[in-house]
């Protein structure tokens, strides 16, 4: 029976450490990035394919994306200072488009999925244009 006890403690400490690694597997802006266009690819597909299901799918990925961890979060805001609101603004736009899109799609309403989808793309090749490399740059830096 003494034999037990230890193994029930190597399983506690396994279950930690499971929830240690869970914790840093926090996904990167990168690969919140990374997700991002499977989503954008997903609503393109569902257009192409008037399948407003997938469409909808796509947009639900886009409006519920990962929030961007603290320690980057940080990290952007210093980089960033006074133009951190017009960062935050940006992604802001981008849910609220991809809101409408996936409102649009459970419509079924093509001509509204589409200007949605276009002024998306817009947000995410606008905040590209005014920080991707310099953020990109400030982060490759990170421990
Ligand atoms: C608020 C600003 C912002 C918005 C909005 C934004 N991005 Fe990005 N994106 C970035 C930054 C910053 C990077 C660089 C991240 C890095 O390299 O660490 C990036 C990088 C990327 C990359 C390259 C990832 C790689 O493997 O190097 C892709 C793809 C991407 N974004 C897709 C999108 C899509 C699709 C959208 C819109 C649905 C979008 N982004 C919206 C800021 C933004």
Redesign the pocket.
Known sequence: MTRRKPLHSISLLIFAMSTIVATAAEP???EI??D??D??VEITDGLLVDDFERVARGAAG?AQHAPISAPQAKQIAAALGPEMPA??Q??E??HAL?LAIASAASDQDRDAVIVNYRR??D??VA??AA??ER??AV??KSP
Do not use: E, I, T, Y
Request: glycine content about 4%; proline content about 0%; charged content about 15%.
């Open positions: 990167s802006l990168k990035m990374q991002l266009r989503n954008l886009v960062f935050k940006f992604d736009q981008v991809s998306m793309v947000g995410c905040c590209h920080f991707k953020v990109a982060l490759s």
